[in-house]
Every structure is written in C-alpha cells, then in structure tokens.
C-alpha cells in the first residue's frame, strides 16, 4: 500500500519521485521501488522522520507500536524545535490520540503541544489509481498541510475527508470491501463456467460487469435499487437469479463480512 501511495503522489502533480523518501525492511525490494520512481532509499526509519514533511507509517497495526517508539525521539526533538512532521497513519484501529501519546513517550502535559497526526484508510485498488482514501487530521494539522496531503493523495484514488469516529467503519466498507469484491467477481465467474463458459471469458465478463455495474451507480447518480429494477423484467432471467442469491441470504451475508471487519478494527484498537 505504501508503494501505491508513492506512485500515486508522482502521478498526482504534488512533485516527481525526488521528493520521495522511504525505508524498507525488503533493501531489494525497496530499491527496485525507488529505481521505478526515481525516489530515494533512506538507511532507518528515524532517518525518514528526520528527512521527511510527510511521514507514512505504512506497517500492519500490530507493527506500529514498536516503529512508533522508534521514532519517537526524533518525531519529539522536531516537534520542539517547530518543524514538526506530519505522521500519516494508515493502521486500522490505532485513534490519534494514541498514536500522539506513543510517540511523546507517554499521555502529555494537558495544554502541551502534540505531534500532528493524520489518519488515512486506503484500499488497494490504489495501486490502479482506482482507490478509496478516507482522511481524518489531528487539529494540530494547519488546513494548508491537509490541502497538500490531499493533493499528494489524488493520484491514488478518491480522497474524502470524515471524522475520525467513522475511520473503523470506513475500515469495514471499503477498506476491507475489495476482498469480498474479489471474492463476488471469482462467485459469477464460477457461475458462468458451470453455465459453460471458458474460465477466461467468464473472468473477463464478471470482471467487466462489476466494474460497469459501478461506474453506473457513480455516474448516474440513481440509487443501486432502482437501477437493478431496471435490469429486473417481470418472469424473467434476472429475477429468478435474485430470489436465488435472496434464498441464500445475500446482502444480510455482506453486510455481516463488513460488520465483522468493522468490529475487528475496533479490537485492534
């Protein structure tokens, strides 16, 4: 996902790759990386913080702990010094506030001022410039900063900015929603084979059909149940594959799948 967020930033106007910095535990494949986008490959984590006006914590949620206690020092030394660097979290489940009391090495003097903090939750398809990215900033973050973030972000996808108390819920929908895509596209094109199909065309049709299917709900402006009324002819194809999918409890099963990953965001919290 970082790697996608770095391609989106050199597409989006906000600067080429030599403005891009980044470390990776992977030295091949971080160097590869920054090769495919002219970027630089920084030697630690704390040399990132120390370099960087935008830092991404790009690491699983159970990572980001420990890489948070690393830099910690550096983020507290700048921040003294009023250059403080804007952390860019993208960990499910971890609220500002506590990524700000981690990295000042514990909860703060009430009235101290906190390392500035922006949360974002993006979906794969931005590695496809397709994505979906919810931001949420600390207030410490001046509207100037979150105007250029936004712009960095929009080579990679849609940016929409929310509250931070929806950031678990967003994680559910769209965060997580790619994979139970995929898992539907995959659905219909088994259907299709078992209907006799090649497994190639079936693929490329369900693929194509979802994709149409959204670009309809966005560029319409209708609302999803109206137009699968308009696909819906009386006695015909389309309403008997409905009462099938209803029969099997469809849409009750998804919206249990965003549910669950909604609920499992806030555990890791």
């Known amino acids: 996902m970082g790697f996608a967020l770095m391609k989106g930033a050199v597409t989006s106007g906000a600067g080429g790759g030599a403005r891009i910095g980044f470390t990776d535990v992977d030295v091949s494949k971080?160097?590869?990386?920054?090769?495919?986008?002219?970027?630089?490959?920084y030697a630690s984590n704390t040399e990132a913080v120390e370099k960087g006006d935008y830092v991404f914590l790009a690491v699983k949620p159970q990572m980001l702990q420990s890489v948070l206690e690393e830099i910690a020092p550096v983020v507290s030394a700048r921040v003294a010094g009023g250059r403080a660097p804007v952390l860019v979290s993208m960990s499910a489940g971890w609220p500002i506030g506590i990524i700000q009391d981690v990295v000042s090495g514990g909860a703060p003097a009430k009235g101290a001022y906190r390392a500035p903090v922006v949360r974002i939750m993006p979906n794969t398809p931005a590695l496809v410039s397709k994505g979906m990215i919810a931001l949420a900033a600390s207030p410490e973050v001046p509207a100037e900063q979150i105007a250029e973030l936004e712009q960095i972000l929009k080579g990679a996808g849609v940016v929409d900015r929310l509250e931070e108390q929806y950031l678990n819920a967003v994680t559910g929908l769209s965060g997580s929603g790619p994979?139970?895509?995929?898992?539907?596209i995959e659905a219909l094109a088994d259907g299709g084979v078992r209907a006799g199909l090649p497994r190639d065309k079936a693929l490329r049709y369900a693929a194509q059909t979802v994709l149409g299917s959204a670009?309809?709900?966005?560029?319409?402006?209708?609302?999803p149940g109206e137009l699968k009324d308009m696909v819906t002819s009386p006695g015909g194809t389309t309403i008997a594959g409905i009462a099938a999918l209803e029969?099997?409890?469809?849409?009750g099963t998804v919206m249990q799948a965003v549910d669950a990953a909604w609920r499992r965001a806030a555990e890791l919290a």
């Open 247 to 251: 029969a099997g409890a469809f849409r």
């Open 179 to 184: 994979a139970f895509v995929y898992l539907f």
């Open 215 to 223: 670009a309809m709900v966005q560029e319409t402006g209708k609302h």
């Open 30 to 41: 971080a160097q590869a990386a920054a090769a495919a986008m002219g970027a630089a490959v």
